[in-house]
Nanobody
Framework: VQLQASGGGLVQPGGSLRLSCAAS?????????MAWFRQAPGKEREFVGG????????SYADSVKGRFTISRDKPRNTVYLQMNSLKPEDTAVYYC????????????????????WGQGTLVTVSS
């Protein structure tokens, strides 16, 4: 599966952005876990949130709970990351990643668990 993330940009603190991740490759995402990770300069890639494609269960990092929301559009094979109340510390390159694990009941927070990822999209939160 090929992933393409988009929607990043420059936003002021307290603002909002919606990132999109379109999956292509001619197959359904049934059985996939889709996740968002981010990497700030000089830091390791960290888990932001994820969704089990089939059942819709979501999981979020503590740092974004209550501010970020993941959703999916099944017909369009697209997952979204709605980011509200953005803070300067949210500044990073955001990556969409996928993992094929049918029957998964939990969402891994480890980047090495994921099989595919696309080019990231830069989010800059600054006044």
């Amino acid at each position: 599966v090929q992933l393409q993330a988009s929607g990043g940009g420059l936003v002021q603190p307290g603002g909002s952005l919606r990132l999109s991740c379109a999956a292509s490759g001619g197959r359904t995402l049934s059985g996939y876990t889709m996740a968002w990770f981010r990497q700030a300069p000089g830091k390791e890639r960290e888990f932001v949130g994820g969704v089990l494609w089939s059942g819709g269960q979501t999981s979020y990092a503590d740092s974004v709970k209550g501010r970020f929301t993941i959703s999916r559009d099944k017909p369009r094979n697209t997952v979204y990351l709605q980011m509200n109340s953005l803070k300067p510390e949210d500044t990073a390159v955001y990556y969409c990643e996928s993992r094929y694990l049918p029957g998964a009941l939990t969402i891994s927070t480890l980047a090495r668990s994921y099989d595919f990822w696309g080019q990231g999209t830069l989010v800059t939160v600054s006044s």
